[in-house]
């Protein structure tokens, strides 16, 4: 079971129309293109590791914690790996309105990120547990 004070990291990236992925369009350095395989350039790398953020404890204790990281691995990007700012960390890979959902066992939320409150979430139906 995880530490009452513990949360999950994560770096928030945006996906684009293409499948691709981008630096989140509302940071500096938004909006440019991060590469799916090929290393990712330093300052890429740098506004991407500036967009790191903690979920929510609700996301993050125990086993709908567990479930929630092993939803965010499905966010595997090549590129990362290749990046010492970048491998091994977690990815949430928002859509254009700054939302995902995160699906897996007993976790089920959707998260959006808003610009004035932060990372909001929801618990959504069909989370069991």
Known sequence: ???????????????????GILTPDWVPGGGRQI???SPVDDDTA??????????PLAMSRGA???????ALEHNHYTSFDKQPLLAGQLVLALDA???????????AFRVTYDLRRGLLHEQLNGATG
Do not use: F, H, K
């Not at 009452?4 to 129309?17: A, H, K, M, P, T």
């Not at 740098?46 to 979920?55: D, P, Q």
């Open 97 to 107: 309105n700054r939302t995902a959902d995160v699906y897996d066992g007993p976790a």
């Open 64 to 70: 709908v914690g567990d479930a929630v990281i092993r």
């Open 35 to 37: 590469p799916l395989d």
């Open 46 to 55: 740098r506004v991407v590791a500036a967009c790191a953020l903690r979920l």
């Open 1 to 19: 079971m995880r530490d009452g004070d513990e949360s999950i990291e994560v770096l928030v990236v945006q996906r684009d129309r293409d499948g």
